[in-house]
Antibody
Framework: EVQLVESGGGLEQPGGSLRLSCAAS????????MTWVRQAPGKGLEWVSG????????YYADSVKGRFTISRDNSRNTLYLQMNSLRGEDTAVYHC?????????????????WGKGTTVTVSS | QSVLTQPPSVSGAPGQRVTISCTGT?????????VHWYQQLPGIAPKLLIY???NRPSGVPDRFSGSKSGTSASLDITGLQAEDEADYYC???????????FGGGTKLTVL
């Protein structure tokens, strides 16, 4: 069974840092691009960042560019999101998701498996 | 403000049909990128419902169908059931933003 389990969320002060992890199982992790999607309280889904299977290409939403860094360790089947310079508007549930594509280009990707999420609260 | 535009809410009685629209621009749906749909039940992680405009993953009932034309897409739900009450999101790729985008979500209420 394909499974994604996030961890690392918590309460952090504005300007602080957190590192989220997503442990993957049930599929060949290195073969698939992965992504982070967040959902602020009472709001909709917002794509945050993505990374291809090899890790050599990364993508970021403008709202987090320069503050967040996505990475992966294919030997540990784990996806990461390093979040620096945190702001109140980063408060959200952060889901990791597995990408699948109807073609080989990143433009074809959609999220076929989602984790339950980890909660990040940024407040003083 | 979301890149893809959805109505905030729709409703229908059990057994009826509802349609949820998703409107994009020439940078996403109009550029030929596919639309995908997700269902989020209250308090639960999103679930893939439709991919590549009109394809259902295994296990998704054929009451759910999708279509796309130009800068618009829609999700149709027929034979509405109480368990369909959820939030629905469309998603695509945006070439101007060089990333993936979601609609603002539509809350479906089964009357």
């Amino acid at each position: 069974e394909v499974q994604l389990v996030e961890s690392g969320g918590g309460l952090e002060q504005p300007g602080g840092s957190l590192r989220l992890s997503c442990a993957a199982s049930g599929f060949t992790f290195s073969s698939f691009a992965m992504t982070w999607v967040r959902q602020a309280p009472g709001k909709g889904l917002e794509w945050v960042s993505g990374i291809i299977g090899s890790g050599v290409r990364t993508y970021y939403a403008d709202s987090v560019k320069g503050r967040f860094t996505i990475s992966r360790d294919n030997s540990r089947n784990t996806l990461y999101l390093q979040m620096n310079s945190l702001r109140g508007e980063d408060t959200a549930v952060y889901h990791c998701a597995k990408f699948r594509g109807y073609c080989s280009e990143a433009t074809c990707y959609y999220m076929d498996v989602w984790g339950k999420g980890t909660t990040v609260t940024v407040s003083s | 403000q979301s890149v893809l535009t959805q109505p905030p809410s729709v409703s229908g009685a059990p057994g009826q049909r509802v349609t949820i629209s998703c409107t994009g621009t020439s940078s996403n749906l109009g550029a030929g990128y596919a639309v995908h749909w997700y269902q989020q039940l209250p308090g639960i992680a999103p679930k893939l419902l439709i991919y590549d405009n009109n394809n259902r993953p295994s296990g998704v009932p054929d009451r759910f169908s999708g279509s796309k034309s130009g800068t618009s897409a829609s999700l149709d739900i027929t034979g509405l059931q109480a368990e369909d009450e959820a939030d629905y999101y469309c998603q695509s790729f945006d070439i101007s933003l060089s990333g993936w985008v979601f609609g603002g979500g539509t809350k479906l209420t089964v009357l």
